[in-house]
């Protein structure tokens, strides 16, 4: 069973920096075969797209909200996504989710994952 856990969210002014960890473990050696991306979920609203990668991560996507604050990546050697996060505005705050996407491309929906972790929250204070 693939599993995805999250760390590095915590509290933080607004303007600081945070930078996001995703372990992903499970059986085989295919974590380099899948695109993963990081989604956002804010009390009372639908989960929100942030960022995506490809499986080389040659190809990244973002959200409209964070283009030009955050920055992608990924370790495949190590197993882990990240998500660096600067200038960080109080509408940023929001539970962090990782996901690993059905294929090796870049997903921009929910639908296009079939892995989810449990999440870290990420609060951002005016």
């Known amino acids: 069973q693939v599993q995805l856990v999250e760390s590095g969210g915590g509290l933080v002014v607004a303007g600081g920096s945070l930078r996001l960890s995703c372990a992903a473990s499970?059986?085989?050696?295919?974590?380099?075969?899948?695109?993963m991306g990081w989604f956002r979920q804010a009390p009372g609203k639908e989960r929100e797209f942030v960022a995506a990668?490809?499986?080389?991560?040659?190809?990244?996507l973002y959200g409209d909200s964070v283009k030009g604050r955050f920055t992608i990546s990924r370790d495949n050697a190590n197993n882990r996504v990240y998500l660096q996060m600067n200038s960080l505005k109080p509408e940023d705050t929001a539970v962090y989710y990782c996901?690993?996407?059905?294929?090796?491309?870049?997903?921009?929906?929910?639908?296009?994952?079939?892995?989810w972790g449990q999440g870290t929250q990420v609060t951002v204070s005016s």
């Open positions: 499970g059986p085989g050696r295919t974590f380099g075969a899948y695109g």
């Open positions: 990668i490809s499986r080389s991560g040659g190809n990244t």
């Open positions: 996901g690993r996407c059905s294929g090796s491309g870049v997903g921009v929906t929910v639908r296009d994952y079939t892995y």
